[in-house]
């Protein structure tokens, strides 16, 4: 089975690259290693990057990229989803230069959302910039799919995510899972919603300790920009959290403290209740606007080059 180092990096869909990375750097605290009018590339460590701005009219998630665990999964990883008939493809040496990664694959999952499975990526000999909020690390990412349980599978079987938490709704069916990519410790690096459209609902932010969350909300509303949740408490993972709006209306969370599992074993996840107190133990205002925008770029069948 497919083993990850971890949840590597986010390339994200924006308008205005400027605009954002400014955002990005400014506003959440991660430090600008390069900036182009179409490509921008951010870190909050020693690795090249962990989130990729990308210039396009349709703001959301170009593709979600993971670190596999060595060298050795690459061919697993590879043969594995080849024999459940997803066709990952190369990502030319060009490419890969330019994004600062070792070997690297892509396929799109059910949904037609992009995934690369990447094998270790440049580390920079340089300081993060300093900020007042300090970001540890890429949390998570979370989707609204249509026919999650249908899809579930894939996720459990052919890419070897666990399943550290499901709510279920009235009629019994699954309506959110958190998975984490085995054997990295974090409760979840993806959330899966049932919903009737594929969309990006948020990407969330590890940051350091609590005194980044209270310092990030309040530069968050003295800087006017829109948080729509939080603080609050979620029950699932135990992490605090404040959700709140990038320049192109996508939701992006600080998120502190996480559950960890064991390698060998982890508790069986949990079925957890659908009440409110769930996503929020505080029970905090949810705005509207959260999760609104967000697009899924789907893999490109004709030419998967160009992705
Ligand atoms: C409300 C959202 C979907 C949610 C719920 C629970 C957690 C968690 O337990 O960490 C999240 O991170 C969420 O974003
Ligand atoms: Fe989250």
């Known amino acids: 089975m497919i083993r990850y180092k971890k949840l590597g990096y986010v390339a994200l869909n924006v ?119 300090n970001i540890s690390r890429l949390g ?26 499901q709510r279920f709704n009235d009629k019994g069916e699954m309506s959110f899972v958190w998975m984490r990519c085995f054997p990295s410790p974090y409760h979840h690096s993806f959330g899966f919603a049932s919903s009737e459209t594929l969309k990006l609902q948020h990407v969330a932010f590890m940051v350091a300790d609590i005194n980044d969350i209270g310092i990030g909300y309040n530069r968050l509303l003295a800087q006017d920009v829109p948080v729509v949740c939080g603080p609050g408490r979620h029950y699932a993972s135990g992490s605090i959290f404040v959700y709140f709006l990038d320049p192109d209306g996508l939701t992006i969370e600080y998120t502190l403290g996480m559950e960890e599992f064991p390698e060998v074993g982890a508790r069986p996840p949990r079925m957890l209740d659908g009440a409110p107190e769930t996503s929020d133990m505080w029970r905090s205002r949810r705005d509207p606007r959260m999760s609104k925008i967000g697009s899924v770029e789907l893999m490109d069948r004709t030419n998967p080059l160009v992705l």
């Open 15 to 133: 308008r205005d690259v400027e605009r954002s990375a400014a955002f990005y750097r400014d506003v959440v605290g991660f430090t600008l290693v390069e900036s182009s009018p179409s490509t921008a590339y951010l870190t909050c460590s020693d690795e090249h990057h962990c989130i990729m701005l990308n210039r396009s009219e349709d703001p959301g998630l170009k593709r979600i990229a993971m670190e596999l665990e060595d060298i050795n999964q690459y061919e697993i990883a590879w043969n594995h989803l080849s024999q459940h008939g997803y066709h990952p493809f190369e990502v030319p040496i060009e490419e890969r230069a330019e994004l600062k990664i070792g070997k690297a694959f892509r396929f799109a999952d059910p949904h037609g959302a992009v995934f690369e499975f990447y094998c270790g990526m440049q580390h920079r000999p340089f300081r993060k910039q300093p900020h007042p909020v």
């Open 140 to 165: 998570h990412v979370i989707l609204n799919v249509p026919n999650l349980e249908q899809h579930f599978p894939f996720y459990t079987d052919v890419l070897n995510f666990k399943p550290s938490d």
